[in-house]
């Protein structure tokens, strides 16, 4: 079809060109499936357009209302979390020649990104004890929901297990990706301790079980040591044995290659990724060697071979997308994907190596550990709920109502941790906290007094 006016607001006879050619007779058919509840109704409030300059300023002070980590101390986590990124990883991954690169598919162009990705694989595979990783997933969310469909795949079964104790955003995602493929069944956990039931697992896991998921630490930041247990019911039944992680305990907990995990997932952001309002984030997928798992990898696979002159390079292999072979008969539709993270990641697990990913790792518990025990000391709060050991966030029950006491922290200066009574409603008022190593003494000494004070005043 072609217009008269090709770079100017369409006409009335544009418009009932295009219409004829769809096939119907007004705008309204357009949008006849999207229920008029959720139409917006009248014109949006904008203001009106302001040139440039006058632009910057308005924008420079709507800016200047935004409260930071740098402002005040903030503890929240819950899948995104607050880590020290080293100026060099910045610097370096903010190369034009990696900003500018789209998904490597012509590998004798295509080096550089290439071997910087298989760096990355390298990395994930040597923190995770696993074999094989690909070059990364959207998230931890869509990670898990691709990890239920290879387990299904590889099994012919379609049954998924998965721990009560489970962020809701991750857990929503699963469901999206498995609707009407797999039944996810979610096992309960121990009230003490906040570790999934064992006893409840072994009843449920079936010859209709495709996989057994676990996380550890767990959302609500308890480490689960059953998992080698857990991982033994899994292979008994046939099942695959899935374990979500936190990369950054991986310098002070076993990797999950040692207690038996088939495949690993987890969340990237906290290897050298700031927050930006909830992103970017990369999700983490690994396996051990095995022909079908890795036949059975969603996303993409980078592998090192020799061209025709004997160098040693670097291509895209196993090709099983959408856009390489038959849509039926692909393993995911992970395209462009977080290329840039995966290298970000990778620079940083570079500079920071094994011995500070340990260092970090106890760093987390150590601060976790100092405000849990000062925070149990003040009277009407109690942290953690659980008697488990825990890593770097923790749930923090408060006699008080935890909208209350978090309107009342950021009265002080405070942001507090994520509230999850909606989550979790038998655990009552109950948020959760994060601390990190980029909180100082003074920081979760800040919170402490907050907290003191709103337990002593009622004002």
């Known amino acids: 079809m072609v217009f008269k006016h090709q770079y100017i607001p369409a006409t009335e006879d544009d418009k009932k060109a295009m219409l004829e050619e769809l096939g119907i007779e007004s705008v309204e058919e357009l949008y006849k499936d999207i229920p008029r509840k959720t139409r917006l109704n009248k ?18 002070k709507l800016m200047n209302r935004n409260v930071t980590h740098k402002d005040i101390p903030v503890f929240l986590g819950s899948g995104v979390w607050l880590h020290y ?15 500018t690169s789209y998904t490597p598919y012509q590998s004798e162009v295509s080096q550089g990104i290439l071997q910087a990705l298989f760096e990355y694989q390298s990395m994930i595979c040597e923190i995770t004890g696993m074999d094989i990783a690909n070059a990364s997933m959207y998230d931890w969310a869509s990670a898990l929901g691709e990890a239920a469909l290879m387990a299904g795949r590889v099994t012919k079964r379609e ?8 962020h809701p955003e991750r857990r929503a995602a699963l469901e999206t990706y498995t609707h009407n493929i797999m039944n996810v069944r979610e096992v309960p956990y ?7 039931d064992i006893n409840a697992l072994e009843s449920m896991v079936s010859k209709k079980t495709a996989g057994i998921y676990v996380e550890n630490p767990n959302y609500l930041g308890v480490m689960e ?32 290659g040692q207690y038996g995990a088939d495949i690993v997932i987890g969340e990237g952001q906290p290897l050298g990724i700031d927050p930006c309002f909830g992103g970017p984030l990369i999700g983490l997928f690994a396996c051990r060697e095995d022909k079908t798992l890795m036949r059975n990898m969603p996303g993409r696979l980078i592998g090192m071979t020799e061209d025709a002159q004997g160098n040693r390079c670097y291509t895209i292999t196993l090709q099983t997308r959408e856009q390489h072979i038959r849509r039926e008969k692909a393993t995911s539709n992970i395209c462009s994907n977080e290329a840039l993270c995966a290298v970000q990641v990778a620079i940083y697990l570079a500079c920071v190596g094994p011995s500070e990913l340990a260092q970090l790792g106890e760093t987390c518990m150590a601060n976790a550990k100092y405000v849990m025990r000062r925070i149990n000391e003040i009277e009407g709060f109690i942290a953690p709920l659980f008697e488990s050991t825990h890593f770097k966030e923790f749930t923090v029950n408060s006699q008080k109502s935890v909208e209350e006491v978090h309107k009342k922290l950021l009265d002080r200066g405070v942001h507090g941790g994520k509230i999850i009574k909606s989550e979790f409603p038998e655990l009552g008022e109950t948020s959760l906290y994060c601390v990190t190593e980029i909180h100082t003494v003074e920081d979760m000494d800040k919170l402490v007094e907050a907290l003191t004070d709103i337990s002593c005043n009622s004002g």
């Open 225 to 256: 040591f059953e998992v080698a247990e857990i991982g033994r019911i899994a292979h008994e039944n046939e099942a695959l044995f899935v374990v979500g992680v936190d990369p950054t305990s991986l310098g002070v907990l076993a990797s999950p």
């Open 190 to 196: 121990v009230r003490e301790t906040g570790i999934i």
């Open 43 to 60: 014109r949006l409030n904008l203001p009106e357009s302001q040139v440039e300059v006058d632009l910057n300023r308005t924008v420079e």
């Open 159 to 166: 049954e998924f297990l998965v721990p009560r104790i489970i």
């Open 85 to 99: 990124v080293p100026a060099v990883v910045k610097s370096l991954t903010f190369l034009p020649e990696f900003q």
